[in-house]
């Protein structure tokens, strides 16, 4: 079964930078498009950023300019860069995604377990 895998979240003092890494599982998957989301407690989840199949990005405003999201060559794993990063991007953040295998339709709606970013004073 497919899954994809996050790590990279930890605690960071604010105007520190983590990167993201969201894995897919199963070589015989590649990553068609991605977006990251980002849950704070008592918040609703919000896009954060997204990546298309043609390497388009678009972005949240409260992190453009702070933010990015790739994709590697290999299409296994996505990430999100973040920099300068401020309290207020304190949350737990889920890459979600879209895959495809040769000879097959783009199966979507991939989530990853999640991982938290912590950003302090």
């Known amino acids: 079964q497919v899954q994809l895998v996050e790590s990279g979240g930890g605690l960071v003092q604010a105007g520190g930078s983590l990167r993201l890494s969201c894995t897919r599982s199963g070589s015989i998957f590649s990553i068609y498009a991605m977006r990251w989301y980002r849950q704070a407690p008592g918040k609703q989840r919000e896009l954060v950023a997204g990546?298309?199949?043609?390497?388009?990005?678009n972005y949240a405003d409260s992190v453009k300019g702070r933010f990015t999201i790739s994709v590697n060559g290999a299409k296994s794993t996505g990430y999100l860069q973040m920099n300068s990063l401020k309290e207020e991007d304190t949350a737990v953040y889920y890459c979600?995604?879209?895959?495809?295998?040769?000879?097959?339709?783009?199966?979507?709606?991939?989530w990853g377990q999640g991982t938290q970013v912590t950003v302090s004073p």
């Open positions: 979600n995604a879209d895959l495809f295998r040769p000879f097959d339709v783009v199966r979507r709606d991939f």
């Open positions: 990546i298309d199949e043609d390497g388009l990005t």
